[in-house]
């Protein structure tokens, strides 16, 4: 006679992972393929810039903004804390001391401090902190669709009551022109798909904080249109690994070149890009499951 126990139900398996994308490795493909190749696979080091610098110390202060109890949440506090902030990143990343020389570039360090200051006064005329409880600040986001690993941090996260998600993200750019609307918010989307994929619920609002010109760019996606967009991040990826296998990165040259540090290894620009890697799909794959998309942007936000 045969046992009638049944069977343990068995664990799901996980799904295997092909490849992996954040939103700024993502954006680097379609604005260059040979860009992504450098920053990606080959992972050569950029030239810091005291703007993308910037941008990091006022993202640590107004994330730091939020730890506090709401009533803190003043301008004076949060301007206070941008030096110690640049002190924390230069801990973090001694290459950004090479930004500033300590003694010639006294003044120069003082006026960029003043600029980073200026920028989170500027803050406190588009929102009052002291009014806002996020669900969470800089919070990893993933999801894997279809062996595709999709991930990256959301400067804020913003839940009412009533469940609606309004995904919120600082920058200290310029806003952008209208024609140049579409490439600012696609990391918007890629963050609006990746929260729909894990909560069920696509976020009600994608708003963009133009920290330096006192503005907003405000968005709100629907199903199609973010199924539209996951096709899109399915292609880009498979581009990537078609180029992976063939070595072929090529050079897209645009205005954003002036903003590149591998200018002296572009063939655009008269140079010679170092032996392609055996191993690069593997790097590039890597590489975005565990980027962070705060590199600080080495190109202006146009
Ligand atoms: S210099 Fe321009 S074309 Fe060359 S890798 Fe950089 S962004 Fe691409």
Redesign the pocket.
């Known amino acids: 006679m045969t046992s009638t126990t049944p069977a343990p139900a068995l664990e799901p398996l996980p799904q295997a992972v092909v490849g992996s994308l954040s939103p700024s490795r993502a954006s680097d493909f379609k ?5 992504y190749r ?1 920053r990606s696979i080959d992972r050569l080091p950029e030239t810091p810039s005291r703007d993308a610098a910037r941008g990091t110390v006022v993202h640590a202060v107004l994330e730091h903004l939020y730890e506090l109890p709401a009533t803190q949440r003043t301008v004076t506090v949060a301007q206070a804390d941008v030096d110690p902030s640049w002190q924390a990143l230069c801990e973090a990343e001694p290459e950004l001391l090479t930004l500033f020389d300590a003694e010639l570039d006294a003044p120069a360090l003082a006026a960029w401090l003043d600029s980073a200051r200026a920028l989170v006064a500027n803050y406190f005329e588009l929102e009052d902190p002291r009014r806002l409880e996020p669900e969470s600040r800089e919070q990893l986001v993933e999801v894997v669709i279809d062996g595709l690993r999709l991930r990256g941090y959301v400067d804020r996260l913003d839940v009412s009551p009533a469940g609606d998600i309004r995904v919120v993200d600082y920058k200290t750019g310029s806003i952008p022109r209208e024609a140049y609307e579409a490439k600012a918010l696609f990391q918007m989307k890629f963050y609006a798909l990746v929260l729909w994929r894990t909560r069920g619920v696509v976020p009600r609002q994608l708003r963009l904080i133009y920290l330096a010109d006192k503005d907003t760019l405000s968005y709100s996606p629907d199903p199609d249109e973010l199924t539209r967009f996951e096709r899109t991040l399915q292609a880009i990826w498979k581009a990537i690994a078609t180029a992976s296998l063939t070595g072929d990165f090529r ?4 205005r ?2 002036d903003w ?4 002296p ?5 008269g ?1 010679t890009p170092p032996p392609f890697p055996s191993d690069a799909l593997a790097s590039a794959s890597a590489s975005s499951a565990s980027a962070s998309t705060r590199p600080g942007p080495v190109e202006p936000e146009v």
């Open positions: 604005t260059c393929p040979l860009l450098f050079p897209s040259p645009s954003l070149c590149c540090s591998y200018q290894l572009c063939p655009a620009k140079g």
